[in-house]
C-alpha cells in the first residue's frame, strides 16, 4: 500500500544478504547504507503524520497562555478546544469528557489511581484486578497503588492472551474496587472483550479503566461502549507527536488530579497546556479517523502476508497467533535465537523492529507477558514483534521475510 513518506527513510532497499562475518562479529555491509529502511515498529511509536506536523508548526506561532482572557490567550484556547473536539470525535465521546496529559503513561496512571480512589472513598474493596500482560504503565501505576495499601490480583489468561473471564468471576466475586484492563495488547496485539470484562466489573460494583492505546486509531474505539469508566489514548501511537496523550472520563466520575496545582483540565489535570503537542494530537486523530476502517483492513492484510511467511520458517512460533487480534502485529518466537540478536541483525539489515514494549527495550529479561502466556524463560527471549502501519507496504514484507531465514540462521549459530 503506498503509506506516508515519513515512513520511510530515501535510501533503496536492503539487501539479502546484509552482512559479512569476520572472527565471529557481524558487521553492517557498506552497501546497506544505500539503501531504504523499513520500519515494523508501529506499536512503539508511528511516524508523525504530515497534518500533524503541519498542526504543530502553526501552534508554535501562538503566543497566548490558554488560560488567559486576553485574544492571544484566546487563540490558543481555541486551538486546544479544536483538538479535543478531534480526540473526542475519535473515541465517539463528547469533548468536556477528554483530559489532556503528557502522554499514555500519564494518561494510565490518572485513570487507575483516579479511580482506585474514588473506589475506596465509595466504600468499595481496596483491591484491584489486572490481568498478568498489562503494560509497564500499568504496572507501575499499581505498584504505587500497592504502597498506598490496595491489595493488587494478577488475572490469568488464556494461551494465546486472552483474559480468562471465568477467573475475573471469580476474582470480582471476592470483592473488587476496580478492574484494569488493556484493550489490545502492546506485545502480542490479542483484544480484550472490554465489554465483558466491564460487565463483570459492574455485577461486582467495580469500577473498570481500559488502556487504549495499542487500539485507538488502529480500531474503531468507542469509548462509552466499552462499559469502563476511563479510557487512556496516546497521540504517537496514531501519528501525532510523542509527549501528548488522553483520557476519555465517564461523565458521572470526577477523578481527582495526580497532583495539586492549577486549575486546568477542569481541575483534572493541573499545569499549561501543551499547545503545539495537542494541536498535532487533534490533526492526527482526525487523519485517523477519516482513513478507518479501510487502512486497518490493508494493514491486517499485510499482517497476515507477513505471518503467514513467518509460519513457514522452521522453528517459529506465533504468540498470540490464536486470539482475536488487531490487526498490525505479529508477534514470532525463532526457536534457538535471541529476540535481541534477530533485531539487532534486522536493523543492520535496513528493517526497525522491537522485542516488546519500548518503554522496556534494552532490558534481557523474558517478557513479562510472554511469561503469563506459559512460556518458560529461554523461550519467552526468542521473540520478536513486528507493528505494522499505514506506511507500511507489501514490499516490506517481502523483503523482510526475505532477509529473515539467513539472520536466525546466525543468530541461532551464536547463542
Not at 534477530?342 to 514494549?357: K, P, Q
Request: glycine share 12%.
Amino acid at each position: 500500500m503506498v503509506g506516508d513518506e515519513t515512513a520511510r527513510s530515501p535510501r533503496g532497499r536492503p539487501p539479502t544478504e546484509p552482512f559479512v562475518e569476520e572472527r565471529g562479529a557481524i558487521h553492517r555491509d557498506e552497501a546497506c547504507d544505500m539503501r531504504e529502511r523499513i520500519y515494523l515498529d508501529y506499536n512503539a511509536t508511528a511516524p508523525l503524520e504530515a497534518e500533524a506536523r503541519e498542526a504543530i508548526t502553526e501552534a508554535l506561532g501562538l503566543t497566548g497562555n490558554p488560560s488567559s482572557v486576553h485574544e492571544e490567550g484566546r487563540e490558543a484556547r481555541e486551538v486546544v478546544e479544536s483538538a479535543r473536539a478531534e480526540v473526542a470525535a475519535l473515541v465517539g465521546a463528547e469533548p468536556a469528557e477528554i483530559v489532556f496529559t503528557s502522554g499514555g503513561t500519564e494518561a494510565d496512571c490518572l485513570g487507575v489511581a483516579g479511580l482506585a480512589r474514588i473506589a475506596r472513598r465509595s466504600g468499595l474493596p481496596a483491591r484491584i484486578a489486572a490481568p498478568e500482560i498489562e503494560h509497564p504503565a500499568v504496572r507501575g501505576a499499581l505498584r504505587a497503588l500497592g504502597r498506598e495499601g490496595f491489595e493488587v490480583v494478577a488475572v490469568p489468561v488464556h494461551a494465546g492472551g486472552a483474559i480468562d473471564l471465568a477467573a475475573l468471576r471469580r476474582v470480582c466475586a471476592q470483592g473488587v474496587g476496580l478492574v484494569v484492563v488493556g484493550h489490545a495488547n502492546h506485545e502480542l496485539g490479542t483484544l480484550q472483550d472490554i465489554e465483558a470484562v466491564s460487565a463483570i466489573a459492574r455485577e461486582a460494583g467495580a469500577l473498570v479503566h481500559c488502556d487504549a492505546v495499542q487500539s485507538a486509531g488502529k480500531l474503531d474505539v468507542r469509548a462509552p461502549a466499552l462499559g469502563a469508566d476511563a479510557v487512556a489514548v496516546s497521540a504517537h501511537k496514531f501519528g501525532g507527536p510523542k509527549g501528548v496523550g488522553a483520557l476519555w472520563i465517564a461523565p458521572e466520575r470526577d477523578l481527582e488530579p495526580l497532583f495539586e496545582a492549577g486549575h486546568q483540565e477542569r481541575e483534572r489535570r493541573p499545569g499549561t497546556e501543551n499547545v503545539p503537542g495537542i494541536a498535532g494530537m487533534g490533526a492526527a486523530a482526525r487523519r485517523a479517523r477519516k482513513r478507518l476502517p479501510a487502512a486497518a483492513a490493508e494493514v491486517a492484510q499485510l499482517a497476515l502476508r507477513l505471518e503467514q511467511g513467518l509460519r513457514a520458517m522452521d522453528g517459529v512460533e506465533i504468540h498470540g497467533g490464536g486470539a482475536v487480534r488487531v490487526g498490525n502485529t505479529v508477534n514470532a518466537g525463532f526457536t534457538g535465537a535471541l529476540g535481541e540478536s534477530v533485531v539487532a541483525a534486522l536493523d543492520l539489515a535496513g528493517i526497525a523492529a522491537s522485542t516488546g514494549a519500548a518503554c522496556t527495550s534494552g532490558t534481557v529479561a523474558p517478557s513479562p507477558v510472554l511469561r503469563a502466556l506459559g512460556l518458560p524463560p529461554e523461550r519467552a527471549v526468542e521473540a520478536v514483534r513486528f507493528s505494522l502501519g499505514p506506511g507500511t507496504r507489501a514490499d516490506h514484507i517481502d523483503e523482510t521475510l526475505s532477509v529473515l531465514p539467513p539472520i536466525v540462521e546466525r543468530a541461532r549459530a551464536y547463542r
